[in-house]
């Protein structure tokens, strides 16, 4: 098993889903974008939900947990839902856990392929998932996706953000925070204002959850950014300051939607930062 300090570490893969690779790729031409991801019929690429369990200092921590169970079928035909492939409670159980376990839940934004696993139903009624768990949010990004903009308002869905505000559950952070010893969050707003990126670090391994920041190894050049990004042109100066500060430290970056690769490595190239030694969290060191 993997570890950072006094931290296990397993990949807990929630599904996989499809978005349109022109939105997932912005303005680089398609001829590019799919020699790296190849595209379906619809013009969708394959994207994981790969969530991170981390265990250690008596807590047992999750970060995101994928889109759920509650949409129906025309949301999972449009967005070609795939629990076939993984499900975010098998792949739980098959780690030894369940839902009840866990004590900590980060979740990187309020999008509903990152959070939707935080609530189900219960008949005609709502419940929280996660029920013995603190849940880790960014206050700037909770109060934005109370008011979501037209660019977002299909991706906040009240049925994963309601429960959650009411449970008593919440945890409201104000930037970077420690969340364990050794594991803190800190904040990005180029993808959506106050979106978190997860930092685990023993001093000499450190790695990092890069959420929708960089969500595939396709996403490491600096141009190679979503058309969902609110601010573009600010996430090019995020990820050049996380591509940079990666390089020059050897962090090492956990791919939350990338359809094959878990982390990578980053190395400078006559291209800028490129990609290094992908590979599976068992091989991380």
């Not at 029920?131 to 903009?149: C, L, R, Y």
């Not at 449970?167 to 104000?174: A, D, T």
Request: charged share 25%.
């Amino acid at each position: 098993m993997t570890s950072i300090g006094p931290y296990t570490l397993r990949t807990i893969e929630a599904g996989r889903f499809g978005l349109d690779g022109g939105a997932m790729f912005g303005i680089v031409p398609k001829p590019l974008w799919e020699r790296r991801i190849p595209a379906d019929s619809k013009n969708r690429i394959p994207l994981n939900m790969r969530c991170l369990l981390i265990e250690g200092e008596g807590r047992l921590m999750l970060v995101d947990n994928g889109l759920g169970d509650k949409y129906d079928q025309k949301f999972g035909s449009i967005f070609g839902v795939d629990t076939e492939y993984a499900e975010l409670h098998r792949s739980l159980h098959a780690a030894g856990v369940s839902a009840e376990d866990i004590t900590d839940v980060i979740i990187t934004h309020l999008h509903f392929d990152h959070c939707g696993g935080t609530t189900s139903r219960d008949g005609d009624a709502l419940r929280m998932v996660f029920k013995n768990a603190t849940h880790h949010v960014q206050k700037s990004h909770w109060e934005w996706a109370q008011v979501p903009n037209i660019r977002e308002r299909n991706s906040f869905l009240k049925e994963n953000l309601e429960p959650m505000g009411a449970s008593g559950q919440l945890r409201l952070l104000s930037g970077t925070a420690e969340i364990a010893p050794g594991i803190e969050v800190f904040a990005v707003s180029g993808h959506t204002e106050g979106m978190q990126l997860v930092k685990l670090s023993d001093g000499e391994h450190t790695l990092v959850y890069a959420a929708d920041l960089i969500p595939t190894h396709a996403h490491v050049p600096m141009a190679w950014n979503m058309a969902y990004d609110i601010h573009p042109l600010k996430t090019i100066q995020e990820k050049e300051v996380v591509l940079e500060q990666a390089v020059r430290e050897g962090w090492s970056l956990f791919l939350e939607h990338d359809p094959e690769v878990e982390v990578i490595s980053l190395k400078r190239s006559d291209r800028g930062i490129a990609v290094e030694n992908p590979r599976p969290l068992k091989e991380l060191k």
